[in-house]
């Protein structure tokens, strides 16, 4: 037979933050692309759309009933926003295709990005709003992003990226 919750998901978190007992072990799983599933959505269709990912991750959530909700399709997201061209497989996560920074000299193209304008970063904020409006007072809405780390190696290339940790470490601490 299974077992009803006692509290929300966010009163959980909110519970765990504070220090305080909670019903059971808090359940948060990054589904990522395999939210597109829920709705038979093509991995692409799912993560080029906002309202496809915000649906996506409802359905999800409304399935299974984890305790975060983490809207992540690839750890690029802001390196895309900021000019790295991607690849979008039909049905697999999004792929770095041409990494931005190919010389040294490409480091002036670096900008602050506009999350209304640049890259998927508006396909993030409507999947937001359409999950904090359908779910939100129920389950915390965690949109992930890369940090700087995996960003700078998706802006040079990972494997170059690496190699330059040791090689280069002037550029990388730059790009970083």
């Not at 305790?67 to 770095?96: C, H, N, R, W």
């Not at 602050?112 to 709003?129: I, S």
């Amino acid at each position: 037979m299974k077992s009803k919750d006692e509290i929300t998901p966010k009163e959980r978190m909110l519970a765990i933050l504070q220090g305080k007992e909670v019903d059971r072990l808090l359940v948060s799983p990054l589904i990522l692309n395999f939210a597109s599933r829920s709705l038979n959505l093509s991995v692409r269709d799912f993560c080029t759309n906002g309202e496809n990912m915000g649906n996506a991750n409802i359905a999800c959530f409304k399935k299974y009933r984890h305790d975060i909700v983490y809207l992540f399709s690839t750890t690029s997201t802001l390196a895309e926003a900021m000019g790295t061209k991607m690849y979008f497989p039909e049905d697999d996560a999004p792929q770095v295709e041409t990494p931005l920074i190919q010389t040294r000299e490409d480091l002036k193209k670096l900008k602050p990005v506009n999350p209304e304008k640049d890259g998927r970063l508006p396909v993030y904020l409507e999947a937001v709003r359409r999950c904090v409006d359908a779910i939100g007072n129920e389950v915390f809405i965690v949109p992930v992003i890369g940090a700087p780390f995996t960003t700078s190696a998706a802006l040079r290339g990972t494997e170059i990226f690496i190699k330059e940790l040791y090689t280069d470490p002037e550029l990388v601490d730059t790009l970083m």
